[in-house]
Structures are given as structure tokens and as C-alpha cells.
């Protein structure tokens, strides 16, 4: 349920438009509808600006369905690490929601930028780009700007310098990057703006499916930079989002 929303009913019981009993049933949800095996947060929206993101992953298509069925009620929603099959049957109930592949996130609600800040997404190679994905679309919900830049990794780092100068015109930065993760810190030894760190589980056997980047972008000696955990594309999107919104 949406700020606005509340202060309507609140309004239209001060007007003696509607009586408490009916206030009083529109908002008994708050501040959260109990499905039984999940509790959806109806009430997140109005203390952080972005409804409840749904973690699909190890959750059953029978469970997805019920808590589609809610969430088709509202102007928003993101269902994120979502595989095709569960999307078409979540797209059967609510046909408002749109399916990124590569991303592997359904949602809804693409907000309208709220202010001229850029968000800029770097990706060191091509197989990063499905985290890079995850993390626009997360960006682009919350309403922001977002311009990518795909496959600039330091294996070609001339790549990455024809990009340099747009960069610089980024408030914040997200960089992506498997291997060894070395882009981060070159990044932001570069540019003036808060830098966030996606180590991905892309590389060989001695990247540790991820660990290898981690360490490298924990341990990097560029100020500025902030790392999220392995392949976690959308707390990258939704930290540059609120960097972008203060």
C-alpha cells in the first residue's frame, strides 16, 4: 500500500466520505497479508519507496502463484533469480509483468527517472552481462537513469578508456566482473563517484565460483568502493538507487 494511498483514507474519513469500519477494512492488511507459508511486507513501500522484492529461487510455482495473485493487485512488482517456466505461468495471472531472460527477473512498474542522475553499469565481460542485467532493471523499477556498458574488461583495457569520459558523468557506478575482478579498482581509481562492486561466479576452477572476485574487490586499494555479495545483481541496483535518491 502506497504513502498516498493511506493519506486518501485518511483524508476521506476526516471528510466523512467513508466510515472508520470501511477505512478500517481497505487497510487490514497492514503491515503485512499473511499467506501462511510467506508474509508479504504490504508495508515496506511506505518506509523504504519500493514494494517487496520476491526471491524465486527456491520457491515452489504453486507458491509463486498465490503470491502473484496479490501482487497483481499492485502497480509494481520485481520477482527476482525467476526461471522461464515459473514467469510464463506468473505472466498467466498478472499479464501486466514482463519477462527478462537474461536477468532471470519479472516485474512491473518501470517508475519514471526522478531526477537527471545516471547510473552506469560496467560489465568486465559478456558473461557478466545476465548480473549487469539484473542490476539495470532493479535501477530502472526505482526510478532511475541507467546506461550500461557491456564487456570492457582488463584483458582490453583500451575498451574500457573509450567509455572513460562518460563515466565521469555517472553519480554512481556499478561494476561487474568475474575472473579475478580486477575492473573494480580500476574504475575507481578513475572516477570521482561511489563505485559498487558485483563479484559474479563466471571464471575458471581457481575463481572459486566467485570467491576469487570477491576477495579481490574487498581487498582493492581504490578508495570509494562498496562490494555486494556473489551474483547479487539486484543489491547492486537497488544500493545504487538510493545513492542516486539523496
Same mark, same amino acid.
Given at each position: ?61 504453486? =507458491? ?11 502497480? =509494481? ?51 557478466? +552481462? ?26 582490453? +583495457? ?89
Amino acid at each position: 500500500m502506497k504513502r498516498d494511498t493511506i493519506l486518501s483514507i485518511i483524508n476521506n474519513i476526516k471528510d466523512n466520505k467513508i466510515s472508520t469500519e470501511e477505512a478500517l477494512k481497505i487497510i487490514e492488511d497492514l503491515p503485512f497479508k499473511d499467506l501462511d507459508f510467506v508474509k508479504l511486507d504490504t508495508h515496506r513501500e511506505i518506509r523504504r519507496d519500493y514494494p517487496e522484492v520476491i526471491f524465486c529461487k527456491n520457491k515452489s510455482i504453486e =507458491q509463486l502463484e498465490l503470491i502473484c495473485k496479490e501482487l497483481a493487485k499492485s502497480d =509494481q512488482a520485481l520477482y527476482s533469480k525467476v526461471n522461464k517456466k515459473k514467469a510464463t505461468k506468473l505472466i498467466e495471472i498478472d499479464p501486466k509483468l514482463e519477462y527478462n531472460p537474461l536477468a532471470k527477473m519479472l516485474y512491473k512498474g518501470i517508475k519514471v527517472p526522478r531526477n537527471n542522475k545516471i547510473i552506469s553499469i560496467v560489465s568486465a565481460g559478456t558473461s557478466d +552481462i545476465p548480473i549487469a542485467e539484473e542490476a539495470k532493471i532493479s535501477a530502472l523499477l526505482m526510478g532511475n537513469i541507467v546506461n550500461t556498458y557491456y564487456d570492457v574488461g582488463v584483458a582490453g +583495457i583500451h575498451r574500457f578508456f573509450s567509455i572513460y569520459d562518460k563515466l565521469r558523468e555517472s553519480n554512481v557506478i556499478v561494476v561487474i566482473a568475474g575472473m579475478e575482478g580486477a575492473l573494480v579498482s580500476v574504475v575507481a581509481g578513475l572516477v570521482s563517484s561511489p563505485v559498487i562492486a558485483v563479484p559474479t561466479s563466471c571464471g575458471y576452477g581457481a575463481s572459486f565460483k566467485g570467491i576469487a572476485p570477491l576477495l579481490t574487490m574487498l581487498n582493492s586499494c581504490s578508495p570509494g568502493v562498496s562490494v555486494v555479495n556473489i551474483d547479487n545483481g539486484f543489491g547492486a541496483g537497488y544500493l545504487a538507487s538510493v545513492i542516486n535518491g539523496r
